[in-house]
């Protein structure tokens, strides 16, 4: 979940609640000082119903940096 302060999407929420299906690393976007990634997810209800496919960028610092895997078990 993302406070509305960390995420810009048009009109948002006190909060968004987002399954992050992908992150790209590759075009952060600078805003207010600070890099900025676009996002693609899930949108999830309160229920835990999914509500809609969105795109939001979302302010760096609150994502979890990317892992590499390495194949390895």
């Known amino acids: 979940m993302f ?5 810009r999407a048009g009109t948002t ?3 968004l609640r987002i399954r992050v299906e992908h992150v790209t690393w590759s075009r952060p976007v600078r805003c ?3 890099p900025w990634y676009p996002v ?4 999830v ?3 835990g119903e999914e509500l809609r496919q ?3 960028l979302v302010r760096g610092r609150v994502l979890s940096p990317p892992t590499v ?5």
């Open 32 to 34: 207010d000082g600070e």
């Open 3 to 7: 406070s509305a302060a960390d995420c």
């Open 40 to 43: 693609v997810g899930t949108e």
């Open 69 to 73: 895997n390495a194949g390895r078990w």
């Open 45 to 47: 209800g309160i229920d």
């Open 54 to 56: 969105i795109t939001v």
């Open 13 to 15: 929420p006190a909060a």
